[in-house]
């Protein structure tokens, strides 16, 4: 069965301590890997789009990262602002995206 | 991106009752989705909703509980019909461009059944 799993479920960082979410999956076909980032009482907001492993893609303090099983969410000197649940999400077939439990992610100043 | 209004944003209501959300986005769409995030859950599809003909859904989702509209390619509405305190969820409108894109999302509509 097609899953997808992430951990940890909650993270607490101090401000600049950098760490990874890890995103793994088991889907046949993917047709792309998803991470968004989801503030209380928000719709999930998009961040990366990775389609094939070896891929990368960054954006101010994070970098997503891709191979065969599994996908990281690297958070470099993260800050207070920073704190969020992130998703991610495959996709296998045209209304087919499944989402895993996220990580809620804390920031300490 | 496109931008996504839902509407209401909130709400709370009676058991039995039905409440009707609107999703209206600011420019043509294929795709357009309809999630349930439970609380302190991840998101489930319920359904596509197509355009000029009838919702795909997903199982353990069906039209009577659930009646999609979307009578063109901006704007699209989900009814929760007959509502108990268990329908309690935010319900998020999604929109994509091509089967192999991005999805973005409403702020959602967080729903309490009393």
């Known amino acids: 069965e097609d899953q997808v799993t992430q951990s940890p479920e909650a993270l607490r960082l101090q401000e600049g301590e950098s760490s990874s979410l890890n995103c793994s999956y088991t889907?046949?076909?993917?047709?792309?890997l998803f991470w968004y980032r989801q503030d209380p009482g928000k719709g999930p907001e998009f961040l990366f789009t990775?389609?094939?492993a070896g891929e990368e893609k960054e954006k101010e303090r994070l970098k997503a990262t891709l191979t065969k099983k599994e996908s990281f969410l690297h958070i470099t000197a993260p800050k207070p602002e920073d704190s969020a649940t992130y998703l991610c999400?495959?996709?296998?077939?045209?209304?087919?995206?499944?989402f895993g439990a996220g990580t809620r992610l804390t920031v300490k100043p | 991106s496109a931008v996504i209004s839902q509407k209401p944003s909130r709400d709370i209501c009676q058991r039995g009752t039905s409440l009707t959300i609107q999703c209206q986005v600011d420019s043509q769409v294929t795709m357009m989705f309809w999630y349930r995030q439970q609380p302190g859950q991840s998101l489930t599809l319920i359904a596509t909703a197509n355009q000029g003909s009838e919702a795909t859904y997903e199982s353990g989702f069906v039209i009577d509980k659930f009646p999609i509209s979307r009578p063109n390619l901006t704007f699209s509405t989900l009814t929760v019909s007959n509502m108990s305190p268990e329908d309690s969820s935010i319900y998020l409108c999604?929109?994509?461009?091509?089967?192999?894109?991005?999805?973005?999302f409403g702020q959602g509509t967080r729903l309490t059944v009393v």
């Open positions: 990775l389609y094939s």
């Open positions: 999400a495959v996709r296998r077939d045209i209304n087919d995206m499944r």
């Open positions: 999604s929109v994509a461009g091509q089967m192999n894109t991005e999805a973005f």
């Open positions: 889907v046949s076909g993917l047709r792309g």
